[in-house]
Every structure is written in structure tokens, then in C-alpha cells.
């Protein structure tokens, strides 16, 4: 057996290694290539990636597995040898048991869809999406089909993205979670607004860059294993282990853009960094999903970036660089700005209370949608209807409303709720951190973060894949995904600062 493990693990570094041939392209294509690169590049990235198909799943890995997986039921079950095995069982079913012809339909639909919706935003006409979107909801339900039996179409889509959970434990957690942020919200629109104009000036590209590379270096990203460039959307790229690169931009009509998306995307990439050597080339190289994933990056940007604890040291530091901007701006006026709440249309640019909701309203349609309940043509009146229930706002255009994300003409069909669970798991985890380090905030209002990233690292980082999503969040803080603590945490913060 352990030659067969053996063997397997070669196999799979070699799925590793074309990967990470091809994330280097990726970020390539994203930062410095010239435009003249595009078609060649995309033939290359399509051959690696059809390469790493072929590989993983070729018959041999199929009977690997089938050898092992008697012996895995032997060992402990959280070893990294049954975690491999068990993981790599279930990304190979899920990889073999959709036709390759299936497949390429798939591709060749949604990047037709990508052009149509592209278009469909720019012209705010939603009529020329809709032929696009309908064929992605058909051929999505196709897919879940293929993973019968399931308790829920949604559940196959849902699990390419948070493996083993459940459509109705996220129904289950966002019912519990909406009411709770639509009062929150209105109870913040009837009190007067902060004011954050200072927010809304020119501060130089220079100054920012070096000032987010301070903050991060004080996070503990590792230059070593890393490198910041800069790309029209912010982004993380993992090579390898020892390679994690994150990019920033700049954007002249919103200064705190690069600051927090610098923090955003180094609590990404330092969760890559964080994860234990051994499992370099392997399924196990990498962080578990993308609701964890978030977790990380929304702690660092919102739990750590917005915090008071954070300003009591760096703020003197930002005063000094930007004086002609906040000079005059004391510290407590400051930490308003950045936390200021209020509804608007673009999720993207939504704060900590109201950046949920946008999620939430997503993800219900996708249900409907895929239960058949809601028709496409349907969907920007079921849209707009949601964004006054929960937001207060009507989207005067589709470009505004329905076509903001380019989500669903990629067929990203269960990626929205990711983003909202990941906040809900920054909260969680937050909690344990205070209760095991209770002199958490002091260290951060010194400027010390190895306490926090350290205790990350034991506790989340390390383990790389080897846990699914609920599964971690049981592990590290006694319970599943739970809603209930980023309710406590935007009541207590937005309280503090609403005077609610
Ligand atoms: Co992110």
C-alpha cells in the first residue's frame, strides 16, 4: 500500500505542477502581458488546463484510489494520507462523472454568455443576457443531474464551491440571518450620517501602495514567498507554496480602495503561505474553500483593517503621510468614515452591514431559478423587487441591478453565498481567537499581529484542504457555520458608531 500511495502522490504532483504552470500564465495574463498575447496565451492555458484533466483523471488515479481507499478506512481519519485519499476521491468523482462532451458545451455556452452579458450591461438591456442565461440554468440543472440522488438541485453547484455543505444549512443560516440585518439597517438609516468626505479626495498612488506594503508587512505576508504588482482587478495568485502573489490597483475615485483590497488580498494569500509544506503538490495545497478563504481575507480587511485596535498604531503613521488630506481629521472621526454604512446598488462596493444582503437576495434567485420557481425573463423584476425589500433601493437600470456581477454568464452558480459565509466565519473564528489570546487587541493596537497569525496558522492555515469547510469551522470553534456572532459583532460595532 504505501507503494500505491506512493504513486499516487506522483501522479498528483504532476496534476499540481501543470496547474501551477498554468496560474502563472494566469497571472501573467493579468498583469504584464501585452495585449497582443491574448489569443496565443488563452490556447496555452486551455491545452494545461485540458493537460491536468487528462491527468487527473486518467484510469490509473481511478484504481489508485479504489486500492487505497480500503487501506485509508484504516488509518486515523484525520492522518494527511486519509485526507488525501478521501479529498481526492471526491474532486475525481466529480471531475469523471460529467461527460467531456458536456463539458466543452458548457465552456463554449458560457463564454458566448461572458460577450452577451458584457454587452447586456453596457446597452443596461437585459433581453439580449436572457437567451444565454437560460441555456446556463438548463445546462446547470443537467450537471446537478449527473450527481443524483441529492436532497437539492442547488446542492452539487453549491459543493464545486464549499465541499459537503448543504443547500438547506445555508437556507437555514441566511433565513436566520436577513431579518436580523434588514432591522439592523433601518435602525442605522434613522440616525444622522457620519461624515467621510475626507474619503473622497485625492491622496497620491505612490503614498498608498507604500503605505498598504507596510501595513501587510506588519501582517506578516511573506515577501519571500510573495510579490505585489498591480492588475485592473485585485486578486491572489497561488504558484505554489512558496510562491503567493496578490495585486492591488488604484483608483483615483475611491482612495481607501487600495489600502483595504491590499489587506483584502494578503489575508488570501498569507492563509496559501500558512498552509504546512508537506502538503506541497498535492490536492491538499491550498486553502479549503472559498468561504474560508474569505474568512480570511475579510478578517484582516474588515475584523483587523476597520477596527480602532488597528488605527491606535497606524493611524499617527497615515496622518503624517497624508496630512493634507486628514490632518485635521482626529482618529475617531476617521474610524466612522471608513465604517460608514449605506445602501447602494453595487455589491462590490457595499459596506460590512449591507454587503450580506446583496449576497443573500443572489442566492435566492439562483434556488428559484434552478427549482424551476423563477423564470429568466422573470429575474430582473425579481431583482429589483428584493433590492426594496431588503435594501430600501430600486435599481433604476439593469446595469445596476441584475447585470452587475459576471458571475452567472461564467455558469458561477452557487459562488454568491461563499462571499457571506466567509464573513460569518471571520466572526466565528474572531470569537475563539479573543477568548484564546484575550489580550488580542492591545497586541494589534501595538502593531503586533504574530499572536493572531500565528494562532491562524495552528489553527487554519495549516491544515491546507484537508477538512471541508463546516467540518473546520466545527473543529476550531465547537460549532458549524453559525450567523449568530456577526449579528452580535455589526450590532455591538455599528452600535458603537450609529449610537444605536
Ligand atoms: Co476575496
Not at 460577450?115 to 450591461?121: F, I, P, Q
Not at 453596457?122 to 450537471?143: C, G, N, T
Request: charged letters at 25%; proline letters at 5%.
Amino acid at each position: 500500500m504505501e507503494e500505491k500511495l506512493k504513486q499516487l502522490k506522483e501522479k498528483l504532483a504532476v496534476v499540481a505542477d501543470l496547474q501551477a504552470a498554468a496560474a502563472l500564465l494566469g497571472w501573467d495574463q493579468q498583469t504584464y502581458m501585452p495585449p497582443g498575447g491574448a489569443e496565443d496565451r488563452g490556447h496555452a492555458l486551455g491545452t494545461l488546463a485540458r493537460l491536468a484533466h487528462e491527468h487527473f483523471t486518467a484510469d490509473e488515479i481511478g484504481s489508485l484510489l479504489g486500492d487505497l481507499e480500503p487501506y485509508a478506512a484504516s488509518l486515523d481519519a484525520d492522518s494527511d494520507e486519509a485526507c488525501l485519499i478521501r479529498v481526492t476521491r471526491h474532486a475525481f468523482d466529480k471531475e469523471t462523472k460529467v461527460p467531456a462532451e458536456k463539458v466543452a458545451e458548457f465552456a463554449f455556452v458560457t463564454t458566448v454568455a461572458q460577450g452577451a452579458w458584457e454587452e447586456a450591461r453596457e446597452k443596461s438591456d437585459f433581453s439580449i443576457f436572457q437567451p444565454h442565461l437560460e441555456k446556463i440554468v438548463a445546462l446547470r440543472r443537467e450537471y446537478a443531474d449527473y450527481f443524483k440522488p441529492y436532497d437539492h438541485v442547488y446542492d452539487p453547484l453549491l459543493d464545486d464551491f464549499e465541499r459537503g455543505m448543504k443547500t438547506a444549512d445555508v437556507k437555514a443560516i441566511f433565513e436566520q440571518l436577513r431579518p436580523l440585518q434588514v432591522e439592523l439597517l433601518q435602525a442605522i438609516s434613522e440616525r444622522p450620517q457620519v461624515d467621510d468626505r475626507f474619503l473622497h479626495l485625492a491622496y497620491p498612488e505612490k503614498d498608498q501602495w507604500d503605505f498598504g506594503v507596510d501595513v501587510v508587512t506588519h501582517f506578516g505576508y511573506d515577501w519571500k514567498r510573495g510579490r505585489q504588482d498591480h492588475s485592473v482587478h485585485p486578486f491572489t495568485q497561488t504558484v505554489h507554496l512558496g510562491d503567493v502573489r496578490i495585486t492591488t490597483r488604484f483608483d483615483p475615485e475611491r482612495p481607501a480602495s487600495m489600502l483595504f483590497s491590499t489587506m483584502h488580498e494578503a489575508g488570501h494569500a498569507m492563509y496559501e503561505q500558512g498552509v504546512a509544506p508537506r502538503l506541497a503538490r498535492s490536492p491538499l495545497a491550498g486553502g479549503t474553500s472559498l468561504a474560508v478563504h474569505e474568512s480570511q481575507s475579510r478578517m484582516w480587511e474588515n475584523l483587523v483593517g476597520r477596527s480602532r485596535a488597528f488605527w491606535t498604531f497606524f493611524y499617527p503613521k497615515f496622518q503624517k503621510v497624508f496630512a493634507s488630506q486628514v490632518g485635521n481629521v482626529s482618529m475617531e472621526a476617521f474610524y466612522k468614515g471608513i465604517n460608514k454604512v449605506e445602501p447602494s446598488f453595487i455589491r462590490v462596493e457595499a459596506d460590512e452591514a449591507t454587503y450580506n444582503l446583496h449576497v443573500m437576495l443572489r442566492l435566492e434567485l439562483e434556488i428559484e431559478l434552478m427549482e424551476g420557481r423563477l423564470a429568466v425573463k422573470d429575474l430582473p423584476e425579481a431583482w429589483n423587487a428584493r433590492m426594496r425589500d431588503y435594501l430600501g433601493l430600486t435599481p433604476p437600470n439593469d446595469s445596476l441591478g441584475v447585470l452587475q456581477d459576471v458571475h452567472w454568464s461564467g455558469g458561477m452558480i452557487g459562488y454568491f453565498p461563499t462571499y457571506a459565509l466567509g464573513n460569518l466565519i471571520s466572526v466565528q473564528l474572531w470569537e475563539k481567537i479573543n477568548q484564546d489570546i484575550p489580550d488580542l487587541e492591545s497586541q494589534i493596537a501595538a502593531g503586533r499581529f504574530d499572536g493572531l497569525l500565528g494562532w491562524l496558522r495552528q489553527n487554519v492555515h495549516s491544515h491546507g484542504a484537508k477538512f471541508g469547510p463546516q467540518e473546520l469551522v466545527q473543529r476550531v470553534t465547537g460549532s458549524k457555520i453559525d450567523p449568530m456572532p456577526y449579528v452580535r459583532y455589526l450590532k455591538t460595532k455599528y452600535g458603537d458608531i450609529y449610537g444605536l
